[in-house]
């Protein structure tokens, strides 16, 4: 089979690209190489947490790889085998990003027919990346009403830059479910603020909580905090997320404490970001738009097998269109015989749908 080949540099020019191949070579047997990874960033090239990501699916494809070291700026990767259930254990080794390790390997694995056990080593909560609580808070439940279900459980926190944090997971194997429609959000009926430290004084905890209770009620918001102090190994660090609770959906918007930063900064970053997302009036937040996007092509592949006569379209309206969401689009339309269709300009307001050739109506 000839092999699909990328261009590392192009759209968002980062790891996302690398990612998405990965996820979608192992689900489709198709291999691919990849040129210029990652060289839109600072540092180019293949990091720990993206090579930790190439073995990774690897070793649960049998794939033959060239090019997985530390600074390669070019990927070859072949699989071998379907993919099967399992228990895995994977040790980044840095503060590299557990849940984008995570969003690599659970979509294979969900579709392997049985359920698989997971331990992630490395980053929990850090800058550029979804954390451990967005995961479980707001992901999680977005891709379940999908058809994957993952069962998520912290044991510690890792923050930049020492990392040393771990997490488990259940990946069940994924399952029909009606299609989703988040084009409007409904009305607002929960907000939660969840505040947590980790080998820090629980008074930043409470800080960060206070600010943003009394910023949301400043704007109208009724909000309620829960501070939660973190297991953690290696590293320190604070946390903030806000969740709106939606009558159709919910969004997540979070800020890592910087060292430099104060308590109440780290607050207002977080609900400044909230306050954003409801004057867009999306359903999706700008990071869960992008992430939505490969479990939604999936089932407009069929792969969920639906009933017959249902057509698998999932459609959404988010606060946000990034160079994330286009690229991971354009990745996915090479791997997968669906139609993928992004409205709007970049750093506005758009709309998504995902379903079969010739069924995409916005």
């Not at 980062?14 to 839109?40: D, N």
């Not at 960033?41 to 794939?63: D, M, S, Y």
């Not at 992004?342 to 010739?358: K, L, T």
Request: charged letters at 20%; aromatic letters at 6%; a negative charge.
């Amino acid at each position: 089979m000839t092999p699909i080949t990328l261009d590392g540099s192009s759209g968002e020019g980062g790891g996302q690209i690398l990612r998405t191949a990965l996820a979608l070579s192992a689900i489709t047997g198709k291999p691919f190489e990849i040129q210029q990874v990652r060289a839109s960033r600072l540092k180019p090239g293949l990091r720990p947490q993206h090579r930790e990501a190439v073995r990774a699916v690897a070793l649960i494809t049998g794939a033959d790889v060239e090019g997985d070291e530390v600074g390669s700026a070019r990927l070859s990767f072949h699989p071998r085998e379907p993919v099967r259930p399992g228990d895995h254990r994977f040790d980044i080794g840095t503060a590299g990003s557990t849940p984008l390790l995570f969003q690599t390997l659970c979509w294979p694995l969900a579709l392997a027919g049985g359920a698989s056990h997971l331990t992630l080593r490395g980053g929990t909560h850090q800058d550029y990346a979804p954390s451990f609580h967005y995961l479980a808070l707001v992901w999680a439940p977005a891709v379940a009403r999908l058809g994957f279900r993952f069962e998520l459980a912290l044991q510690a926190a890792g923050f930049y830059p020492e990392g040393g944090g771990e997490f488990g997971a259940v990946v069940e194997p994924a399952h029909a479910m009606p299609a989703l429609d988040l084009r409007q959000r409904g009305t607002l009926r929960e907000v939660e603020v969840v505040s947590m430290v980790a080998g820090l004084g629980f008074e930043i905890a409470e800080r960060q909580a206070a600010r943003a209770v009394k910023r949301l009620r400043d704007q109208g918001v009724a909000a309620e905090a829960t501070c939660v102090p973190v297991p953690a190994r290696l590293s320190t660090g604070a946390h903030l997320l806000v969740v709106g609770h939606f009558e159709r959906s919910r969004s997540g918007h979070g800020a890592i404490a910087d060292r430099a930063a104060t308590p109440e900064r780290t607050a207002d970053d977080a609900v400044g970001d909230f306050h954003e997302f409801l004057a867009a009036g999306a359903a999706v937040d700008a990071h869960l738009g992008d992430q939505l996007l490969v479990p939604a092509a999936l089932v407009a592949a069929g792969l969920l097998h639906p009933p017959a006569g249902v057509v698998p379209i999932t459609r959404y309206s988010v606060a946000r269109v990034t160079q994330h969401l286009l690229t991971n689009a354009e990745v996915i339309r090479r791997f997968l015989d669906v139609e993928v269709e992004v409205i709007g300009v970049e750093g506005q307001e758009g709309a998504v749908s995902a379903g079969p050739r010739g069924a995409v109506s916005l």
